[in-house]
């Protein structure tokens, strides 16, 4: 899959939703200097590409769950896609990454009780095919949150899509 192709004008639109995903279409027509139609066109034409979406982020205290748990998972190198996979077919589970360093996966997952997460940890995914060593850390306060985060502004054309 290749790159979006991308212009001036819709990174200038990304920004501005980035800011408020809820001012109006006229406002951001006023501040881009184009018109309301342009505006609209390029919303819709981004989101049906699925470079954008809309959503409400919720906070921690709309969670049934409020503690959070990092999974760090040492899986065999051949299998770690698909022990990636499989992993975040997991309810319980809230993310999923492939990462470098001292794990090769790493799981986020919020919990209500240290035994449902031991069964996800050990009795889930330690038992999967592949999985050589899970080691699990609570967070015990949360200095610093950025549901943010997560926002993506470019993709790398040189990067492996999907990795």
């Known amino acids: 899959m290749s790159a979006p192709q991308l212009d001036d004008l819709d990174r200038q639109l990304i920004e501005v ?3 408020d995903a ?3 279409n006229r406002k951001i027509a006023g501040e881009l200097g184009v018109t309301e139609g342009t505006v609209r066109g390029r919303i819709k034409r981004l989101q049906q590409e699925g470079l954008i979406s809309f959503t409400a982020i919720t906070s921690f205290g709309m969670a049934a769950s409020t503690r959070m748990a990092f999974i760090g998972v040492q899986a ?3 299998e770690v896609r698909d022990v ?3 992993i975040s077919e997991l309810d319980a589970v809230n993310a999923v990454m492939i990462t470098m360093g001292r794990f090769n996966i790493l799981a986020i997952c919020l919990f209500d ?3 449902s997460l031991l069964e996800v940890a ?3 995914i330690l038992a999967l095919p592949g999985v050589h060593h899970v080691e699990t850390s ?3 306060k949360t200095v610093k949150y950025n549901a943010r985060v997560v926002r993506i ?3 790398d054309a040189g990067a492996d899509e999907g990795d």
């Open 113 to 115: 009780s240290l035994d």
């Open 17 to 19: 939703l980035a800011r």
């Open 122 to 124: 050990s009795d889930q």
């Open 138 to 140: 609570i967070a015990v």
């Open 84 to 86: 990636a996979r499989r």
């Open 153 to 155: 502004t470019e993709i």
């Open 76 to 78: 065999e190198v051949s």
């Open 22 to 24: 809820r001012v109006s």
